[in-house]
């Protein structure tokens, strides 16, 4: 009985400690995530005072690369196609893209004199500031599951047990055997989130089994049954 109630808290433990890291990697993310909103809003500000911030550009599109990464398909814009362009993008990555083309289209003199009311130069600028608070939207969420997780003991045993569960699958990412997009697609899996759920029941009725009548005691009433 001691062995069960040890690898119950074991579980217990890892469980409650990747929720809390996870939560607070989301807090990471989104503090990091109101900070390039912010950043690329006084960008913004400056433009509709015609006086280009240039170090606020540069700190955007330094971060610009990440931050497209890290937004994922929330950033992606599915046939699209610019202003005066006849040219069709299947994938146009907007961050990374539409912020240097929101800058030559605010300095042409013949777009809008440096003004965000010009309809082109604010489509382009709703554009980025639409991503970035979509993906602060999603953070926001996450880490109210998160901090809902927290209070929840059997989400403690269900993540303890997911963890050993697609650990060798995790090992693989880690080696960079595979990508990022392959482990989460094999995490998700059907198959494994059943053997998730089945590893769970079992280990919950051994332990109750085990606690309350012990398990060689309750064999045999199971066979005289």
């Known amino acids: 009985m001691i062995n069960y109630a040890l690898v119950l808290l ?11 890291r996870t939560g607070r990697n989301e807090s990471k993310k989104l503090d990091e995530a109101y900070e390039y909103l912010n950043k690329f809003r006084e960008y913004g500000n400056s433009l509709i005072k015609g006086n ?11 971060r610009g690369p990440k931050m497209q990464a890290k937004v994922g398909e929330l950033g992606i814009a599915r046939g699209f196609i610019p202003p005066y362009s ?7 990555q907007i961050i990374v893209n539409a912020l240097p ?11 809008g004199f440096n003004s965000l009311q010009n309809p082109v130069i604010h489509n382009y ?6 991503v970035l608070l979509r993906y602060i939207g999603r953070l926001d969420n996450r880490l109210e599951d998160a901090k809902a997780q927290i209070k929840n003991p059997f989400i403690w045993l269900r993540e303890g047990v997911q963890f050993f ?4 699958i995790l090992l693989l990412y880690w080696s960079g055997l595979i990508k990022y ?11 494994i989130k059943l053997i998730n759920f089945l590893i769970i029941l079992i280990g919950l009725v051994s332990s109750v089994i085990t606690i309350v009548t012990g398990y060689n005691p309750f064999m045999e009433i199971f066979n005289n049954m």
């Open 10 to 20: 074991a579980l217990l433990i890892i469980g409650v400690s990747l929720i809390i």
């Open 52 to 62: 280009e911030n240039y170090e606020a550009y540069e700190w955007l599109t330094m």
């Open 86 to 92: 006849n040219i069709q993008y299947n994938t146009y």
């Open 101 to 111: 083309t929101l800058r030559d289209e605010a300095r042409d003199p013949m777009r």
């Open 125 to 130: 600028y709703s554009m980025i500031d639409d």
């Open 165 to 168: 569960v697609q650990l060798p």
């Open 181 to 191: 997009t392959t482990y989460y697609r094999f995490s998700n899996n059907f198959i």
